[in-house]
Every structure is written in C-alpha cells, then in structure tokens.
C-alpha cells in the first residue's frame, strides 16, 4: 500500500455497455464511468466509505452505472489515501482537489453522495468548497454519514457491529487534528449555504443519531433536506440495493431526489 493508496493495485471495474477507465483531476487517482446519451456538462462524484482506512475508489463501476442509468450522470469516483497512510486533512484536500478538477474539466451540475465516511466526506466538502469559495454541488446525498469524528458512545441509541470498531478507526484517521473542524466533524461547520441534501440512515445502526443531528442542522438552517429512516435496517442500508426490497426501495428514493433536483437546477 504505497502512500496511503490502494485503488493504484484495482483495475477500474468497467460494465458491459459503459465506457471509462483510470482518470486524474487535481492530481488525485480515480475513475470514470460514461456512456452516450449522458446529460450535458453533468456528473456524480462517488466518495467511498470504510472508515477512512478501507475501501478503493477503483471498485465502483456497478454502483456508477446504476447512477448513470437512473439518473444519466457521469460518474466518477475519487480514490483518496487512507489512514493510517495518511491523516486528515489529506483526505478531504484530495476530495477538493478532485472536485475542483471535474470544474475545470467543465461539469456545471456535480452531485456527491456517498456511505458513511464517505458520506461524512461529502458533507465534510461542502464546508470545504465554501471556505475556498468554489462553486457548490448541485445536490449531495448521504447514507449513514459520520458527523462527529469524536463518536461519543453516549450519543448513540442503536448499536452495531461497526460501534466497537469506529472509535479506533476515527481515531487512527484524525490523528492530533482539532477534533471540531468542520472539514473533519462537519456537524460544527455552517449549514446555511448547504445545497439540496437526501440524508437516509438505519435505526439499526451506531450512526442513525448523527444523521440526525446533521438533518436538525439543515432544519434549522433553512436548507432543502430530503429524509428517511428505515425502519430494523442496518448501516447504509441503501447500498444493498440488488440484495434486498428494502435496499432497493432506499436506493430509488436516492434516484428520484437527485432527478426531481436536476429538473429544476
């Protein structure tokens, strides 16, 4: 695992009927995924979760083309180094880096979305992008996010098999950073400028809570926010979507915020 990289060791996985491949933006590593009859000047930036230690930005090409064809985006993924290779703010600066190049290769409408820390990340980038200035996603989505690195047990309601593990993780990926730094725990930043958000957890799962928190935030912050809590469903739960109805159903109420969103922008 060469500095903190993983997805350098993946072959981009490419779907019969798509085209794409390895990509570079801001001089971070991910992947494409695009076929004819896509929307103009339009994509999807998937950020992986795994707790910040895990995961390749290289394995995405199922979950790109079930965006692509449900919603006609471009799909993208960015493949940031992982902790303990490298600590926050890499993480989020390579997130940016790669945001900001899908800006200058063009793309107006950008959607981010991902799954726990991933989904973390995708808040964690809206602070960023505001705090730089840069022109904001079109429409995030996030399922199961983390949103306060310190993951106070005492704050959770439901636990699960990941409860025992997160605070190590977390730990391992902020390092000695300033633990309230909305580009590390975005539950501190300023949520007023967020753009139209989808939040979906699990009552089954160690994060439900902090989905929580940060959909009281957008509340109060008078922004757009789209939520579902599914009901016994466990973390990111939407993910399962070619599993189980239930995965499904959460997939397709994801498809239809960043369609009906699109419409209108």
Same mark, same amino acid.
């Given at each position: 695992?060469?500095?903190?990289?993983?997805? *350098?060791?993946? #072959?981009?996985?490419?779907?019969?009927?798509?085209?794409? @491949?390895?990509? !570079?933006?801001?001089?971070?590593? @991910?992947? $494409?995924?695009? $076929?004819? &009859?896509?929307?103009? #000047?339009?994509?999807?930036? =998937?950020?992986?979760?795994? &707790?910040?230690?895990? @995961?390749?930005?290289? +394995?995405?090409?199922?979950?790109?083309?079930?965006?692509?064809?449900?919603?006609?985006?471009?799909?993208?993924?960015?493949?940031?180094?992982?902790?303990?290779?490298?600590?926050?703010?890499?993480?989020?600066?390579?997130?940016?880096?790669?945001?900001?190049?899908?800006?200058?290769?063009?793309?107006?409408? *950008?959607?981010?979305? &991902?799954?726990?820390? &991933?989904? @973390?990340?995708?808040?964690?980038?809206?602070?960023?992008?505001?705090?730089?200035?840069?022109?904001?996603?079109?429409?995030?989505?996030?399922?199961?996010?983390?949103?306060?690195?310190?993951?106070?047990?005492?704050? *959770? %309601?439901? /636990?699960?098999? %990941?409860? /025992? +593990?997160?605070?190590?993780?977390?730990?391992?990926?902020?390092?000695?950073?300033?633990?309230?730094?909305?580009?590390?725990?975005? *539950? =501190?930043?300023?949520?007023?400028?967020?753009?139209?958000? %989808?939040? /979906?957890?699990?009552? $089954?799962?160690?994060?439900?809570?902090?989905?929580?928190?940060?959909?009281?935030?957008?509340? $109060?912050?008078?922004?757009?926010?789209?939520? !579902?809590?599914? #009901?016994?469903?466990?973390? !990111?739960?939407?993910?399962?979507?070619?599993?189980?109805?239930?995965?499904?159903?959460?997939?397709?109420?994801?498809?239809?915020?960043?369609?009906? +969103?699109?419409?209108?922008?």
């Amino acid at each position: 695992l060469r500095g903190g990289y993983i997805g *350098i060791y993946h #072959k981009p996985e490419i779907p019969a009927g798509y085209k794409g @491949g390895r990509v !570079t933006l801001g001089g971070v590593p @991910g992947m $494409r995924l695009t $076929r004819a &009859g896509v929307r103009e #000047k339009a994509a999807m930036l =998937y950020i992986h979760g795994g &707790g910040y230690t895990l @995961g390749s930005g290289m +394995t995405a090409g199922p979950l790109l083309a079930h965006f692509l064809e449900h919603t006609g985006l471009e799909g993208f993924s960015v493949d940031y180094r992982l902790a303990p290779y490298a600590k926050f703010p890499v993480q989020i600066n390579e997130c940016v880096a790669f945001y900001r190049g899908l800006l200058d290769a063009g793309y107006e409408k *950008i959607v981010v979305g &991902g799954e726990s820390a &991933g989904a @973390g990340l995708t808040l964690s980038l809206v602070h960023a992008l505001n705090m730089e200035g840069l022109p904001l996603p079109a429409a995030i989505w996030c399922s199961s996010p983390v949103d306060n690195i310190r993951f106070d047990l005492e704050e *959770i %309601f439901q /636990q699960d098999m %990941f409860t /025992q +593990t997160c605070e190590d993780m977390l730990e391992v990926y902020a390092g000695d950073a300033e633990l309230t730094d909305p580009r590390l725990s975005p *539950i =501190y930043g300023d949520f007023s400028c967020f753009p139209p958000s %989808f939040i /979906q957890a699990g009552s $089954r799962e160690s994060l439900a809570a902090g989905a929580l928190r940060i959909v009281e935030k957008l509340v $109060r912050a008078g922004r757009e926010v789209h939520f !579902t809590f599914g #009901k016994d469903m466990p973390h !990111t739960f939407a993910m399962d979507y070619a599993i189980y109805p239930e995965g499904e159903n959460a997939m397709n109420e994801i498809l239809t915020f960043i369609n009906n +969103t699109l419409d209108l922008v």
